[in-house]
T-cell receptor, first 108, second 114 residues
């Protein structure tokens, strides 16, 4: 699987949008971009995934650049419960590999 | 079921004892995965099941580790003669089919070997 680069940490104000960037410059044509998050002491939670087009679900939106070398996860209205480690993964296999992720802290 | 469940949620054992960890995947999911997450570390792949078969066991750390799946549903991960370095969170995930499918994780079993 291709490698991803994410900022180590970021803060976000409660109620505001959180924009989480991810670089995946070596992504290949059949690899999907997946986002998971892990709240402290819980199992990873699936958020969203996409191949080429932008995607939206009840949790978040995923914006993928036209060249697919980077993407942004958007949490439209962050709440305190969104505090977690967010993992961006590029994946076309069955083995998931999480890097260090971005530690997002939502502050009141 | 509504989600992946795992039991026990926590397990404390003495070095040298055997432990069994259980995973109940989402109903209808044919693929099942075991991962391990050590403190402050990333996710480490252990084994992948498609139905009752395990096409990839390459992540099992040693021959003390084994896993089986019966009836295409429940899976058990067994660690024999546990060592302190086996202490970790053991995570199970399932997906509808296999390759490229979204994996849904259980809450994990926290294993502590004293």
């Amino acid at each position: 699987d291709a490698k991803t680069t994410q900022p180590t940490s970021m803060d976000c104000a409660e109620g505001r949008a959180a924009n989480l960037p991810c670089n995946h410059s070596t992504i290949s044509g059949n690899e999907y971009v997946y986002w998971y998050r892990q709240i402290h002491s819980q199992g990873p939670q699936y958020i969203i995934h996409g191949l080429k087009n932008n995607e939206t679900n009840e949790m978040a939106s995923l914006i993928i650049t036209e060249d697919r070398k980077s993407s942004t996860l958007i949490l439209p209205h962050a709440t305190l419960r969104d505090t977690a480690v967010y993992y961006c993964i590029v994946h076309n296999d069955y083995k998931l590999s999480f890097g260090a992720g971005t530690t997002v802290t939502v502050r009141a | 079921g509504a989600g992946v469940s795992q039991s026990p949620s926590n397990k404390v054992t003495e070095k040298g004892k055997d432990v069994e960890l259980r995973c109940d995947p989402i109903s209808g999911h044919t693929a099942l995965y075991w991962y391990r997450q050590s403190l402050g570390q990333g996710l480490e792949f252990l084994i992948y099941f498609q139905g009752n078969s395990a096409p990839d066991k390459s992540g099992l750390p040693s021959d003390r580790f084994s896993a089986e799946r019966t009836g295409g549903s429940v899976s058990t991960l067994t660690i024999q003669r546990t060592q302190q370095e086996d202490s970790a969170v053991y995570l199970c995930a399932s997906s509808l089919v296999g390759v490229r499918e979204t994996q849904y994780f259980g809450p994990g079993t926290r294993l502590l070997v004293l």
